[in-house]
């Protein structure tokens, strides 16, 4: 049992990765440009957030036996603070102001989370706490691609939703979900379930439309981005743990 446990754990520490890394494209992009163009930073911002909750309740004298979690979203929250830090570069000034009061929040709330679990709760009451923090704003995470399950439905066409982000959505909420299972942790397994679910519904609407480019394209001003998280000008994929 423990083996498997650790074995799903690295698994969704891969899977994990490849999504965290999506929007790399999307970076390189606005560095080339000098610019964020259309593209929205809220997700990376909100990204973070779930990420050091889910950092912090993996933590040992936190939770038990939940270090991979601690792990993947600690890399997590690394490289999801390079993409704000460079949305913040790059962004037009009133943008700039927005995330950056957005951020403030963010890292408000997580210091928040993690001064009352330490200073006032102590065990099974402090593992309860950041393990319900964490559970929310994954359940959100996993919630962001709902807009391109229902573009997909309406135009009839997958054009937006990447077939390896879907799948990889899927992997990654299914391995967390048995890790969670394995472990006993509804705290895991709960959130990365309901991504399991999101995974399988978008892949089963892949094959369903694979072959149909639709009635019309979308257009492209009035979408999200195939990079994570709800954008302005592309359709968006998401992810948490």
Known sequence: MEIAHFIFGVFGNATALFLFLAP???????????????????????????NLLSAWYG?????????????INGTGAVIESFYVLIFL????KKEKA??????MFVLSVFAA????????LHGNTRKIF???AAAIFSIIMYASPLSIVRMVIKTKSVEFMPFF????????????????????????????????GLGTVQLILYFIYRNNDGPKKPDPAS???????????????????
Not at 60 to 71: A, D, G, M, R
Request: net charge positive; with cysteine.
């Open 24 to 50: 790399v494209i999307t970076f390189k992009r606005i560095i080339r440009s000098k610019s964020t163009e259309q593209f929205s930073g809220i997700p990376y911002v909100m990204t973070l957030l779930n």
């Open 59 to 71: 933590l040992p004298f936190v939770s038990e036996n939940n270090i991979l979690v601690s792990t």
């Open 89 to 92: 570069i790059y962004a037009t």
């Open 98 to 103: 927005k995330i950056f009061g957005l951020l």
């Open 113 to 120: 989370v993690a001064l009352v679990s330490l200073l006032a």
């Open 130 to 132: 950041c393990g319900f």
């Open 165 to 196: 982000l879907s799948l990889f959505v899927f992997l990654c909420g299914t391995s967390w979900f048995i890790f969670g299972l394995l472990g006993r942790d509804p705290f895991v397994a709960v959130p990365n379930g309901f991504g399991s």
């Open 223 to 241: 979408n999200g981005s195939v990079e994570m998280g709800p954008e302005k000008s592309h359709v968006n994929q998401t992810l948490t743990l």
